[in-house]
Each structure stands twice: as C-alpha cells, then as structure tokens.
C-alpha cells in the first residue's frame, strides 16, 4: 500500500495558486488513475486506488499548509503505513519552474508544510516529490505562492507534473526509490 500526499491549501481561492502545485499533481494523477478524491477522514480528502494490484491512497489535506503534519499523521497512523510508502508532492521555490526533483530524506527547507509534517512524524525520513516554482523577482514570498501560474508558467508545471506521474507510476510499480532519483532527477 502506498500513501501519495500532495499539498496545498484547501478553498477555491487558492486552487490554481503556486502553494498548491501538490493539490494538482493528486488531481493529475487522481485523474489518470479514475480516482475520486471526495471522502473526508482525518482533516483530508482522499480517494484510492488499486494500480496493477497495489492499494494507492491519494491525499489532499483539508488543514491549510502550515499544519499538513495533522492530516498526515492520524492517515500514516490509522493505516499503519511504513514510512517508505509515503511520497509528499510540494512546491519548491528554489528550484526553476516545473523542474522535478525526488528526495527520500532531510530537512524541511524552509517550506511550512514539511516542517509540520516532520514534527508530527517525528523524523525527516519520508519520500519527496518537488516541483519548481521559482523564487519571486520583485514580490513577497507569501504574495508570489499564493498567486496563479501565468500563462508561460504553466506549460512548465504541466510538463513537471506529467513528470511526477511518471514517477508516481514507477513508484507504485515497485522501483526503488533510489532507482527513481536515478532516472527523474
């Protein structure tokens, strides 16, 4: 079994924003899987899947960024997930617009939502999925994630959250997470 966590903040006046690239690589994959991602437990909407035989849960938390470790931690602890089957989707300012790097561990970066997650786990040793939103030129960092892609951007991010689906899937179907870097990094 296997725990995909994509993160945002819930509401419709961020769903198209940069802080909710993970909200839409789920919905990406939710979407290539014909998951409905509509049941609420645990301060998340979730939705699962099985994919060749393997049990996918698919996880919006319902928490706001800053306190995605709640959500997470009573999902990890109600179905006893280990903690290699889970993989966070965030976005990552540091890195160029829709790049896609995979981490299996360290620390939160500065990113709010790993921080919470990493609190509540108690460890940093849990599978990453980044996706590049680039650091802002001329804007606040809370007004730069909290705005939508332009038109430009776009084509990036959908090019790295068709990359993320890629990994997800070779995730899924067994290849070491190691291995995944390897080839997606």
Same mark, same amino acid.
């Given at each position: 079994m296997k725990m995909i966590v994509g993160l945002g903040n819930p509401g419709?006046?961020?769903a198209k924003t940069k802080h909710n690239i993970g909200f839409m690589a789920v919905d990406a994959l939710a979407k290539k899987y014909d998951v409905e991602i509509r049941k609420q437990e645990f301060n998340a909407l979730t939705g699962s899947a099985f994919v060749d035989g393997e049990k996918?849960?698919?996880?919006?938390?319902? =928490?706001? &960024? /800053?306190? $995605?470790?709640r959500a997470v931690g009573q999902l990890k %602890?109600?179905?006893?997930?280990?903690a290699d089957e889970i993989l966070i989707i965030q976005d990552d300012m540091?890195?160029? &617009?829709?790049?896609?790097?995979?981490?299996?561990?360290? $620390?939160? !970066? !500065?990113?709010? !939502? #790993?921080?919470? #997650? #990493? /609190?509540?786990?108690g460890t940093q040793d849990f599978y990453r999925a980044k996706i590049g939103i680039q650091h802002p030129k001329r804007q606040k960092v809370v007004d730069w994630v909290? =705005?939508?892609?332009?038109k430009d951007d776009q084509i990036a991010i959908l090019t790295g959250i068709d990359k993320?689906?890629? %990994? %997800?899937?070779d995730w899924i179907h067994g290849?070491?997470? %190691?291995?995944?870097? /390897?080839?997606? /990094?």
């Open positions: 419709s006046q961020y996918v849960l698919l996880v919006k938390p319902q =928490t706001f &960024m /800053n306190d $995605s470790g %602890a109600f179905y006893q997930f280990a540091d890195m160029t &617009m829709g790049r896609l790097r995979l981490r299996q561990r360290g $620390s939160a !970066g !500065g990113h709010n !939502g #790993i921080k919470s #997650i #990493i /609190n509540v786990l909290l =705005t939508p892609f332009s993320l689906q890629d %990994a %997800a899937d290849l070491d997470f %190691a291995q995944l870097m /390897n080839k997606y /990094n």
